[in-house]
């Protein structure tokens, strides 16, 4: 029981420490080397490549390298690369339109190492080397065009530097993917305040337009309606002749419709006269003596004056 338990502990501890031990040791040694995906590894022996391992696995290095495989590691070098697709923005490149604009291009793209020793050892700097390629491209590709082409045909634009780049950028190492021409915009900010002037100018003139129309579209739809109504008003005014001698004939055949009619005339009269009304009993004699007086004082007043 305490072998089997001793035994147990001793393959535990050998495989928590001694497996990793020694398969440091041997990878140390060149026995064998692991490429993950998408990465690459270049072997440099007293300044000459020997090996390059580009395809993820597990490799053998003496088969590939021979006696060599022992000393790469400790009189060598081992470069480890990445070759995952990249990505890259370049912001504001200056430009100038065929109208004289300034103008500023954002280029945004990709790129991956197509050759291990190009990128190692033909430039210091690939990656800087391909930004600098890329804003030489956009600016030389790119400058002179009308504004209105450079503001609506970027995937155009992105062909033309795409097509500019790549041979060039091959050479160092790195080969280009997609490009794109994400923004385009004014540099100078006098002239973007200046356009945007013209525009708040131009709403305001397309606005008073509108409201304008509209006032004379009610202008020319009240007009009409008064105009009709007018019309309408004359053509009753043209029959009420008419009408109203119409009404008459047909009150006058009846003489008691059309005595009754005429005294309420009279009396309607009357009373917007605003005259005085005495109203008297009938048969009280009051009438009679009313005048008399009013003779009598008329006379006196008659004899004063001719005295």
């Known amino acids: 029981m305490n072998t089997f338990f001793i035994s147990v502990v001793a393959g ?4 928590l420490i001694g497996m990793p031990v020694f398969l440091g040791l041997a990878r140390l040694v060149g026995f064998y080397a692991i490429v993950n995906e998408r990465r690459c590894n270049v072997y ?4 000459k490549v020997i090996d390059i391992l580009e395809e993820p696995g597990l490799y053998f290095l003496w088969t590939r390298m021979g006696w060599r495989a022992l000393i790469v590691n400790w009189l060598g070098q081992r470069h480890e690369l990445d070759m995952r697709l990249d990505q890259e923005y370049l912001r504001s490149q200056p430009v100038n339109s065929e109208e004289g604009a300034p103008m500023g291009i954002g280029i945004w793209y990709e790129m991956f190492i ?27 590709c790119l400058s002179n065009m009308p504004l ?12 033309t530097v795409r097509d500019e780049v790549s041979p060039q950028s091959h050479q160092w190492g790195y080969k ?3 490009v794109y021409i994400r923004k385009v915009h004014l540099r100078d900010a006098e002239m973007i305040k200046q356009i945007e002037s013209k525009v708040v100018n131009r709403l305001r003139q397309v606005t008073s337009a509108i409201k304008q129309d509209g006032a004379n579209q009610v202008s020319i739809i009240a007009s009409s309606a008064e105009r009709q109504a007018a019309v309408e008003f004359a053509k009753a005014a043209a029959i009420r002749p008419d009408l109203v001698g119409e009404a008459w004939r047909e009150i006058s055949r009846d003489p008691e419709a059309a005595g009754a009619l005429f005294e309420i005339l009279e009396t309607q009269k009357t009373l917007q006269g605003g005259a ?3 109203l008297l009993p009938e048969k009280s004699g009051a009438f009679a003596q009313w005048l008399a007086a009013g003779q009598g004082a008329g006379g006196a007043s008659q004899a004063e004056g001719q005295a």
């Open 44 to 47: 440099v022996l007293f300044g």
């Open 276 to 278: 005085k009304i005495v």
């Open 176 to 178: 280009l993917g997609t």
């Open 114 to 140: 197509s050759d291990p020793v190009a990128i190692l050892f033909k430039n210091t700097d690939p990656r800087g080397s391909l930004a600098a390629n890329v804003s030489n491209s956009t600016v030389r």
């Open 12 to 15: 535990f501890l050998f495989g």
């Open 148 to 159: 209105g082409d450079m503001l609506t045909n970027r995937h155009t634009m992105s062909r």
